[in-house]
């Protein structure tokens, strides 16, 4: 297949999650961050159906949502009221079992998902609010918030998914520590059968600075998505810290997550049309997570020092060393990409013997680090089935060049993606 048709696609990729980050305004970085292990799956698709959903993935995952606070406020700055409750930081009591429909009847607008969230954050000064929802019926906004320790950012987001898609599974997975810095994170299993996620991270998805970002992602068992976000600054990229730390400890910001009003305004949403779409599939491969597999795959004498989880079960990687220096391995695995074949494999690709269709890539890698280079084996399958494995010549493909080449040779990266444990068995 000719690079032509490689590289365009992995551009309008990475121009589809930047400009993601860039209308969510005050999140880019999160978003890009929160994206990074969605993007390295998604950008292998060539579908335009999945290039939105990958923006979809981005947007869930990463949602970036601020507090809306009504129009004509005057000057703009609200005092809250002493006599209003401050968020408890006990744990909050488990949602009462009942539908959507007998929650809430309606999608909340950015007013009111404002008054539900002024009665729950703590006594404070409130200003400069701005609605940055990107649809109707998906709201999200943001204030400055100030508890008397300096102005912070404070965005809160609602959404819906299919219940068990990946985006449900994965908006409350902790990140792996290959792609984004933190101090803490965790992720449990509340009562009601929700999923909870706390991060204490940075702005800068990839090292620390005095700026932070502390987050609460929660998932209810109905697909309902409540994201919370706070900074230690007034949230812009790049704004130079207000404070020490967000104003919000983590038990306040999971009491402010886990509030049954956006728990139940968030299930009373309709259905994210993109989540709605995916296919209910099991494991993509037959041996389990992708990492597994890749792991029984590499070659004997060759260290393995770092590999991605079990969780994903489409996309995986493990680190290699060989003694001469770490190298990033990759894999995604598609069950049938037989309607972009033509596209994705030319008239120049290897055919073998199976009929399996194998093209290849050498180029320098995406990151703009010097001396990265990016060697890649596509395959597909006559049932379409589509394995594609990449490696670089460091152990990060935005870290400096840990050696001339990849650990592993095209020969090498061409046997693992043909190999048959990646298939089920016929």
Same mark, same amino acid.
Not at 116 to 138: C, F, M, Q, V, Y
Not at 319 to 346: C, I, T, W, Y
């Given at each position: 297949?000719?690079?032509?048709?490689?590289?365009?696609?992995?551009?309008?990729?990475?121009? !589809?999650?930047?400009?993601?980050?860039?209308?969510?305004?005050?999140? $880019? $970085? *999160?978003?890009?961050?929160?994206?990074?292990? +969605?993007?390295?799956?998604?950008?292998?698709?060539?579908?335009?159906? !999945?290039?939105?959903? %990958?923006?979809?993935?981005?947007?869930?995952?990463?949602?970036?949502?601020?507090?809306?606070?009504?129009?004509?406020?005057?000057?703009?700055?609200?005092?809250?009221?002493?006599?209003?409750?401050?968020?408890?930081?006990?744990?909050?009591?488990?949602?009462?079992? +009942?539908?959507?429909?007998?929650?809430?009847?309606?999608?909340?607008?950015?007013?009111?998902?404002? #008054?539900?969230?002024?009665?729950?954050?703590?006594? %404070?000064?409130?200003?400069?609010?701005?609605?940055?929802?990107?649809?109707?019926?998906?709201? #999200?906004?943001?204030?400055?918030?100030?508890?008397?320790?300096?102005?912070?950012?404070?965005?809160?987001?609602?959404?819906?998914?299919?219940?068990?898609?990946?985006?449900?599974?994965?908006?409350? $997975?902790?990140?792996?520590? *290959?792609?984004? !810095?933190?101090?803490?994170?965790?992720?449990?299993?509340?009562?009601?059968?929700?999923?909870? *996620?706390?991060?204490?991270?940075?702005?800068?998805?990839?090292?620390?600075?005095?700026?932070?970002?502390?987050?609460?992602?929660?998932?209810?068992?109905?697909?309902?998505? !409540?994201?919370?976000?706070?900074?230690?600054?007034?949230?812009?990229?790049?704004?130079?810290?207000? #404070?020490?730390?967000?104003?919000?400890?983590?038990?306040?910001?999971?009491?402010?997550?886990?509030?049954?009003?956006?728990?139940?305004?968030?299930?009373?949403?309709?259905?994210?049309?993109?989540?709605?779409?995916?296919?209910?599939?099991?494991?993509?491969?037959?041996?389990?997570?992708?990492?597994?597999?890749?792991?029984?795959?590499?070659? +004997?004498?060759?260290?393995?020092?770092?590999?991605?989880?079990?969780?994903?079960?489409?996309?995986?990687?493990?680190?290699?060393?060989?003694?001469?220096?770490?190298?990033?391995?990759?894999?995604?695995?598609?069950?049938?990409?037989?309607?972009?074949?033509?596209?994705?494999?030319?008239?120049?690709?290897?055919?073998?013997?199976? %009929?399996?269709?194998?093209?290849?890539?050498?180029?320098?890698?995406?990151? %703009?680090?010097?001396?990265?280079?990016?060697?890649?084996?596509?395959?597909?399958?006559?049932?379409?089935?589509?394995?594609?494995?990449?490696?670089?010549?460091?152990?990060?493909?935005?870290?400096?060049?840990?050696?001339?080449?990849?650990?592993?040779?095209?020969?090498?990266?061409?046997?693992?993606?043909?190999?048959?444990?990646?298939?089920?068995?016929?």
């Amino acid at each position: 297949m000719p690079d032509a048709d490689h590289d365009p696609f992995e551009k309008r990729l990475t121009d !589809v999650l930047r400009d993601t980050g860039t209308e969510f305004g005050t999140d $880019q $970085q *999160m978003l890009a961050a929160r994206g990074e292990t +969605h993007g390295r799956r998604l950008r292998l698709r060539r579908r335009a159906a !999945v290039v939105v959903g %990958g923006a979809a993935a981005v947007a869930l995952v990463g949602m970036g949502g601020t507090l809306l606070l009504p129009a004509g406020q005057g000057d703009g700055v609200r005092q809250r009221s002493a006599a209003a409750a401050p968020v408890a930081p006990a744990t909050p009591s488990p949602s009462p079992t +009942h539908t959507p429909a007998e929650t809430a009847s309606k999608v909340v607008s950015g007013e009111e998902l404002l #008054r539900i969230l002024e009665k729950l954050l703590p006594e %404070g000064r409130i200003s400069d609010n701005k609605d940055e929802g990107d649809t109707a019926d998906r709201p #999200r906004a943001k204030v400055l918030y100030d508890d008397g320790g300096g102005k912070a950012a404070v965005t809160v987001s609602l959404n819906r998914v299919k219940p068990g898609s990946m985006e449900a599974r994965q908006a409350t $997975q902790c990140p792996d520590t *290959m792609f984004i !810095v933190y101090d803490t994170c965790t992720s449990t299993k509340l009562s009601d059968g929700s999923a909870l *996620m706390l991060l204490k991270r940075y702005e800068s998805p990839k090292s620390r600075t005095d700026r932070k970002l502390w987050t609460a992602d929660l998932m209810t068992p109905a697909g309902g998505y !409540v994201g919370v976000q706070e900074w230690n600054s007034t949230g812009g990229l790049g704004a130079p810290a207000t #404070r020490e730390q967000p104003p919000l400890d983590l038990n306040r910001l999971k009491a402010l997550a886990t509030a049954p009003e956006l728990r139940a305004a968030a299930d009373a949403m309709p259905v994210d049309a993109r989540s709605a779409a995916e296919p209910d599939t099991g494991p993509v491969t037959p041996g389990g997570s992708i990492s597994a597999t890749l792991s029984r795959l590499v070659p +004997h004498g060759i260290k393995i020092v770092r590999k991605s989880g079990a969780d994903d079960d489409d996309f995986g990687y493990v680190v290699l060393d060989d003694g001469r220096g770490a190298s990033l391995v990759q894999v995604n695995v598609q069950p049938d990409m037989r309607d972009v074949e033509k596209q994705l494999f030319g008239p120049d690709a290897k055919v073998l013997p199976d %009929g399996t269709k194998v093209a290849t890539h050498q180029q320098p890698g995406e990151k %703009g680090i010097p001396g990265i280079v990016w060697w890649s084996v596509d395959t597909i399958r006559p049932d379409g089935r589509r394995v594609v494995i990449s490696a670089f010549n460091s152990g990060a493909q935005d870290s400096p060049a840990t050696r001339k080449t990849p650990v592993l040779t095209m020969k090498q990266l061409e046997a693992i993606a043909t190999d048959p444990r990646w298939h089920p068995q016929d």
